[in-house]
């Protein structure tokens, strides 16, 4: 606005003076140009930029869909940086093998969310809703679990917490473990199911071109 304003008042002023404000006019065009192009980026970048889906989204997924899936997308990542903190201040110990397989859960279930067998099913789908509750309750309350947990990790503490604390973490462990299961079970699926149409793809294309190279007319 500043910017169209020196615009106007100068170029009005050069109409009035004549040649000898010509100069003013095109500092003032100027002044538009940068002023107005420094508002514009500024204001682009106030706007909060939204997660997008994984690349490799197919356009018919469902609206529910899709906004589901940005969701987990956006959670799945916050709680990586979360773990990835975490790791940082543990510094090896018993707890790092535990986060960087949480983290992997987390890495799993973006890239099931981003496959197209599940981006075409429907927000309500089971295996959709399952993923959704991995990555914004149960993975994230294990890492909580985590983090308290390993507060009681330390040298100073005694050793009938440290020994509950051990306990704690071998059961967040095998927590973890179920997830994953359940995540090696849907990637089964999901690869199974890609095998499936292309065998069906492949007996289509060996029945078509069989019968191409059979057609009289080709082979003339």
Known sequence: MLGISSFLVLGVSSLVGGAGLLT??????????????????????RRPSPVAPPRGAPAEMPAGTRVLVEK????????????????RRARGGAVTPILRRAETLLLRV???????????????DADVMMLEGMAERYLPELVDALEDTAGFLTPTTTESAREQ???????IDQQLAVLGGRLDRLEDDVVSGVTRSLDVHSEFL??????????PLLES
């Open 24 to 45: 003013p006019f095109l500092a003032g065009l100027g002044v538009a140009a940068v002023t107005g192009g420094g508002s514009a980026f500024l204001l682009r970048n």
């Open 165 to 171: 604390a051990l306990a704690n973490l071998h059961s």
């Open 206 to 215: 060996r029945a078509r071109f069989s019968e191409d190279s059979a057609d």
């Open 110 to 124: 973006e890239a099931l969310m981003g496959s197209a067998a599940l981006q075409s099913r429907r927000a309500s």
């Open 72 to 87: 987990v997308v956006k959670d799945s990542r916050r709680q990586q940086r979360r773990v990835q903190h975490l790791e």
